[in-house]
């Protein structure tokens, strides 16, 4: 499989405004801050990413630090997040999750994956997001676009998005692994998507075994 020219090929696309990074995805880029990428990753899951740039724009006018949030009134964050998924479990998760943050980590997130699981609710997924958009650290964070694109491309074969992680690390050159949820993510929104793919505009389409 030829990475390099898929990874080449992806980035161009971005370059050349041939696909579009949705409003959630921009800002996550952007962020920096491990904190307000854990407690907006949290709110992604299982929601659209219009909602939830929506909802994260409204929560981070509560609060931008765990010390902050720790003091938000539930019910406050709850009609700030409403409606992504789970958004009353959510908005207890935060909270909680910051007074964590604040208590056992002087107010500092956590920078490794076997800490950041530690919390309620936060799975590998997450705890790699934070390491990459976070810390700027190499890390895979695979979501359902990843695990998809690189099964349906033949670069894996797995069952399972945890699968496909342990996969990546063992074959996907580190020097990617911090942009390849973004690049792949935003392949997925635009162009491969999980019925009805756009295989005729694909660029990496010479490159795809199309294992659907």
């Known amino acids: 499989m030829d990475i390099d020219n898929i990874i080449k090929n992806l980035k161009q696309d971005n370059k050349d405004g041939k696909v579009v990074q949705t409003d959630f995805v921009k800002f996550m880029e952007k962020v920096a801050d491990p904190y307000l990428v854990l407690i907006c990753c949290i709110l992604s899951l299982r929601t659209n990413d219009k909602t939830t740039y929506g909802a994260a724009m409204r929560m981070l006018e509560l609060a931008k630090n765990p010390y902050d949030m720790m003091r938000v009134d539930v019910e406050k964050l709850k009609e700030a997040i409403y409606p992504v998924g789970f958004y009353q479990n959510k908005a207890e998760q935060i909270i909680e999750l910051s007074k964590e943050i604040v208590e056992k980590y002087n107010g500092k997130t956590p920078n490794s994956i076997e800490e950041l699981v530690k919390f309620k609710g936060v799975g590998r997924k997450t705890a790699n997001l934070v390491l990459t ?20 491309l033949g670069y894996v074969k797995t069952k399972n998005p945890e699968e496909t992680e342990f996969k990546l690390r ?24 999980p019925q009805r793919p756009k295989c005729e505009e694909c660029s990496i389409k010479d490159f795809c075994k199309k294992v659907f």
């Open 133 to 152: 958009k976070g810390f700027n650290t190499p890390a895979i964070c695979v979501d359902v676009h990843v695990h998809r694109i690189c099964n349906r």
């Open 170 to 193: 063992e074959i996907l050159p580190k020097k990617y692994w911090i942009d390849f949820n973004t690049l792949l993510v935003t392949h997925g929104q635009n162009v491969c998507k």
